[in-house]
């Protein structure tokens, strides 16, 4: 019996009845053919978006030639201004030419004594390391050539015994590892909100126009070195140089933080845009800062956790350094921001510069009531707390 003599014989409700096979043919491939072609074309634009972000995230940055800053209210190219060697001479420095000082320092202790609990003054401390010391808080080795220049840069405000601690520990340590180092204070002006990532850039921009560092060393001022083999020099990626602290147990608190202490070369630093102006209070800056390290393809690197002890001075919280309540969100927008913030929208105005013995004082006003970022919820109210 033929095809369609059999469908005649079934009921007209029967489904292969009702069916079309010129419905199937037709109808559905080309319905078929769309959903395909709708759907080649949009994983085509996932993936085109997907390597153009990831060639922007990946591809490191040219470090520019020139580098506009605003200070004091004045236009100034850093990166001309850093031609300018400091042609002092050191105490001590012997005539003919000098070679270049060993890779491995070779006057190191290792693993050092530090106590807090002193009556020590700056005094104390300038009697203990300023015979060697330019004015400044300047040194170079005598008998060698160093293999970097160093800035050492301290965010700072109202902490002065526990700078007194930190130069009289850490000023021999970079001593004994043959250093052409500065040591830079950083003074935010005022009582607004503080804001430690600007003061690092405030401070890369500072030394560089005293002086032609290559390696800059950001250190909080209540961290100590326990082990002088922590070498304060940079290297070929940006290192993090507090790895094991006493308040967390000497051990790493994650494996992306880069807070504390570290170092990065001028040319590191510039391809990263420096540090985020915009992170007002306590926290987060940091782990900016370790997100543009990634994506301008660079990695944290790091000493041992023996090598790389330190010891931390226990203090209450500074007032109006309470924890950021935007600090969250702003992470999520390093990616975006990585361009526009930092070192090429930096502003300023320094109030003062002092050189001490055993340091470089720049006091700066950071700007903080011109700054739209500043005004994040609550800030007037959070609570002062007194620093003991």
């Not at 769309?34 to 759907?39: Q, S």
């Not at 201004?81 to 270049?100: C, E």
């Not at 043959?178 to 804001?195: K, P, R």
């Not at 001028?266 to 915009?278: E, W």
Request: hydrophobic content about 35%; charged content about 20%; proline content about 7%.
């Amino acid at each position: 019996m033929a095809l369609r003599d059999v469908r005649r014989t079934l009921p007209d409700n029967y489904p292969g009845k009702m069916f079309k096979p010129s419905v199937l043919t037709v109808s559905m491939p080309k319905t078929a053919f769309k959903l395909l072609l709708l759907f080649s074309f949009s994983s085509l634009t996932f993936f085109a978006v997907l390597l153009l972000h990831l060639k922007a995230r990946n591809v490191p940055a040219a470090v520019p030639s020139s580098l506009v800053i605003t200070r004091n209210n004045t236009s100034v190219n850093i990166l001309a201004a850093a031609v300018r060697p400091n042609t002092t001479p050191t105490p001590g420095r012997p005539g003919g030419a000098l070679g270049p000082c060993p890779d491995g320092p070779p006057n190191h202790l290792g693993s050092l004594y530090v106590e807090f609990r002193t009556n020590r003054t700056l005094q104390d401390v300038r009697n203990l390391v300023g015979p060697f010391l330019q004015q400044g808080g300047r040194y170079r080795p005598s008998s060698c050539v160093a293999r970097q220049k160093v800035a050492v840069i301290i965010p700072f405000r109202n902490r002065y015994e526990h700078l007194t601690h930190w130069l009289h520990y850490v000023h021999p340590v970079l001593m004994r590892q043959q250093l052409d180092y500065g040591v830079y204070v950083i003074n935010q002006d005022g009582d607004g909100a503080f804001n430690r990532a600007k003061l690092m850039n405030i401070g890369f921009v500072e030394a560089l126009i005293e002086y032609d560092y290559d390696c800059f060393v950001f250190s909080d001022v209540d961290l100590v070195p326990i082990d002088d083999r922590n070498l304060y020099r940079c290297s070929d990626h940006p290192r993090h140089l507090s790895v094991a602290v006493d308040k967390f147990n000497f051990i790493l608190p994650y494996a992306t933080i880069f807070g504390g202490v570290s170092a990065l070369s001028k040319q590191q630093f510039l391809k990263v845009n420096g540090f985020s102006n915009t992170f007002w209070g306590w926290g987060g800056e940091d782990d900016d800062m370790s997100q543009r390290i990634s994506y301008r393809r660079m990695f944290i690197s790091r000493p041992d956790s023996v090598t790389g002890r330190y010891k931390m001075i226990q203090h209450e919280r500074d007032s109006h350094n309470d924890p950021n309540p935007r600090r969250v969100q702003k992470l999520t927008e390093t990616y975006f921001n990585i361009i526009k913030d930092g070192l090429s929208t930096l502003s300023y105005t320094v109030r003062e510069i002092r050189k001490d013995l055993l340091y470089t004082l720049v006091t700066v006003d950071v700007q903080a009531d011109v700054d739209p970022d500043v005004s994040v919820p609550h800030l007037d109210d959070w609570t002062e707390t007194k620093v003991n």
